[in-house]
């Protein structure tokens, strides 16, 4: 995918992956990255993990899902079946290529490990405080200013923020009266909060 002189012009989402099923394709170290930050993201993720040889952080995490099922074997285009989420991180290019070709045929959105010209999207860093999760993205430009980022992020917002968070709902779900009226009620609430205030 290519990118223009525009900035960042990648889409964010934030997708419901436990109620998908995802393919990963690689049981070494990269695999082992990728099912784990599936795992600490989405925990009840449908995982198939395909791997001609299977590593034993692969083997001892999935141990303790019984949504992850591991498959010893090379990638077969039949693995593909009813997968919607495809993430490769393999040691050989040119397979790399062949299943990024075959998961566009199908339609079928896929990662491929730090090969961005073979990505339909990229892995973000991930800031989470409770119900919040904030992703980031340099466009591929760096990684570790991602990282940093996540960083810094983590450190500054408060551990108490899933607190208001929760408070909020009950706040919202307790206001009674039409669309406009919660929508200016929950924003005089909040309203010290711009500026950094509050
Ligand atoms: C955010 C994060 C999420 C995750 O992977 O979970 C992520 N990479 C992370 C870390 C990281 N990756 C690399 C380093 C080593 C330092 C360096 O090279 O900079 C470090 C830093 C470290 O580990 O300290 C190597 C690397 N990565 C890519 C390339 C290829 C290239 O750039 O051409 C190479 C060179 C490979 C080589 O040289 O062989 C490409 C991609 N990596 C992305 C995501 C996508 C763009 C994200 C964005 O827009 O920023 C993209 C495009 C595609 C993808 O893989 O999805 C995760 C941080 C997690 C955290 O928060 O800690
Ligand atoms: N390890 C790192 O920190 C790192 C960093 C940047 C880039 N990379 C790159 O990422 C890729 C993967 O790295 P790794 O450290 O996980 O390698 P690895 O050798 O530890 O693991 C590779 C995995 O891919 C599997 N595999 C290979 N071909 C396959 C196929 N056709 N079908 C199914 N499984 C297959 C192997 O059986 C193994 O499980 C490499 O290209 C590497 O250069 C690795």
Redesign the pocket.
């Known amino acids: 995918m290519s990118t223009t002189d525009t900035g960042n012009n990648l889409f964010p989402v934030f997708f419901k992956l436990e109620e998908m099923n995802l393919l990963i394709v690689g049981g070494g170290y990269v695999g082992w990255?990728k099912l784990s930050?599936v795992i600490n993201n989405s925990p009840k993720t449908k995982i198939k993990l395909v791997a001609k040889e299977m590593g034993q952080e692969v083997i001892d995490l999935a141990m303790e899902y019984p949504n992850i099922t591991l498959l010893e074997k090379a990638f077969e285009e039949s693995d593909l079946e009813g997968i919607n989420l495809v993430i490769v991180g393999i040691n050989d290019p040119d397979a790399s290529s062949s299943i990024q070709l075959i998961c566009r045929q199908k339609n079928i959105l896929v990662?491929v490990?730090?090969?961005?010209s073979l990505?339909d999207f990229?892995?973000?860093?991930?800031v989470k405080k409770g119900d919040l999760k904030i992703a980031i993205?340099?466009?591929?430009?760096?990684?570790?200013?991602?990282?940093r980022m996540?960083e810094l992020l983590t450190d500054v917002i408060p551990d108490t923020i899933d607190e208001v968070l929760q408070n909020m709902t009950e706040i919202r779900d307790k206001l009674k009266g039409d669309f406009d009226y919660k929508v200016n009620k929950l924003n005089e609430i909040t309203k010290s909060w711009k500026n950094g205030k509050g």
């Open positions: 990255e930050v990662n490990a730090d090969k961005p990505c990229y892995l973000g860093s991930v993205s340099t466009n591929g430009k760096s990684p570790t200013v991602a990282k996540r």
